[in-house]
């Protein structure tokens, strides 16, 4: 009975010592951030493995067309971050460029397991065409400290002569009443080194997807702020906005609705901070006297501002909240509401938020 438990256990070990040591082939991937780019465009490039284990260094050869792309510069990626990377970019070899990557051996019982990205690679795109990055001579070192060797797809990309990419679309668009028929639209153009404008298209009945409809244009520069006038009050207006470049090429659509109002209160800005406090905006189409109560979500009065007296279609930016109680106290972050009574009987509700 004990030779028979001797012979298991011998057999249990052998398995699991083979399971320890054993290699599945390795599976390299390429993949590129674009399929396409243009001429001077960068690109970059990971290259990672996706089937495999106990990988303690990898050596491999990269071909490509230089004729299409010029290295720049490589990176050890998230299985290989902080160990050393070594490039050697070898001179013309017909069309193609050899460029061997070297991971250098991780330190002593240390070894990396799949999947995951070894190099991250920089390529500036030089001339049009289609252009494929191959890989071969791999070699990966093994827990045994035997190099075995892995399988890579080859990958293609184009090159096109002309930008065929679009800016970045503006961000943080906004519409707020200016007055009777105004509306003031405000936006953050992109910072793409091809950026040549932005453009804004109206509509009373619904948003434009494509920006060739040159007759509802109501803006076309470089700003980021723009006043649209002459507007009815109290009507929907539809706002698309595209940036382009110098192609052009135009943006992805960014939509917008406004109304403007002949009568309106709103604070500014909003969230704001204590500490730098806030302003109401008012217009009103009659003089009256005001006065601004402050509430907490939950409907505890908070505050009474000062009452003011305001004119006529003259819009009014004097009125001020610090953020602070009747106490004097610095109000908790979080939502609160104001309303806004006249003399005449009416009344204005808005939201606001306090953040520090």
């Excluded at 075995?148 to 679009?166: H, I, N, Q, R």
């Excluded at 804004?200 to 434009?208: M, N, Q, T, V, Y």
């Excluded at 009507?235 to 109304?259: C, H, Q, R, W």
Aim: hydrophobic share 40%.
């Amino acid at each position: 009975m004990t030779k028979k438990i001797q012979i298991i256990a011998a057999v249990i070990t052998l398995i699991l010592y083979s399971l320890a040591f054993s290699q599945v082939t390795p599976h390299v991937y390429m993949e590129l951030n674009t399929d396409e780019v243009s001429e001077t465009d960068t690109v970059n490039l990971e290259i990672g493995i996706s089937v495999g284990d106990s990988i303690k260094s990898v050596l491999m050869r990269l071909n490509y067309d230089e004729q299409k792309f010029m290295f720049i510069e490589g990176t050890p990626a998230r299985l290989f971050q902080g160990a050393t990377f070594w490039d050697i970019h070898q001179e013309d070899i017909e069309t193609d460029t050899m460029l061997y990557l070297v991971g250098v051996t991780l330190g002593a019982e240390r070894f990396v397991s799949a999947p995951g990205p070894f190099f991250n690679l920089i390529f500036v795109a030089i001339d049009s065409g289609e252009a494929v990055f191959k890989l071969d001579s791999l070699k990966f070192l093994c827990p045994l400290l035997k190099y075995f060797s892995g399988t890579a797809d080859s990958l293609k990309t184009y090159v096109s002569s002309l930008d065929s990419f679009p800016p970045d679309p503006v961000t943080d668009f906004k519409a707020q009443e200016d007055g009777s028929g105004r509306l003031k639209l405000s936006w953050r153009n992109p910072n793409d080194a091809d950026y040549e404008g932005t453009i804004i298209l109206r509509s009373a009945e619904d948003f434009i997807l494509l920006p060739g409809t040159t007759e509802t244009v109501v803006y076309d520069g470089t700003l980021s702020a723009f006043t649209d006038e002459d507007l009815v009050d109290d009507k929907m207006y539809y706002y698309t906005a595209f940036t382009y470049d110098e192609i052009p090429n135009y943006s992805t659509p960014v939509f917008l609705k406004g109304e403007p109002k002949d009568e309106y209160v709103f604070a500014y800005p909003n969230p704001f901070n204590p500490d730098e406090g806030m302003r109401f905006n008012i217009l009103f189409s009659n003089n009256t006297f005001i006065e601004i109560k402050i509430y907490d979500a939950v409907g505890n009065h908070v505050i009474d501002l000062d009452k003011k007296q305001i004119y006529a279609n003259t819009p009014s930016t004097d009125m001020e909240w610090n953020g602070r109680n009747g106490d004097g106290d610095v109000v908790a972050n979080g939502v609160y509401y104001f309303v806004v009574k006249t003399s005449h009987g009416d009344q204005k509700i808005g939201k606001l938020a306090v953040l520090r």
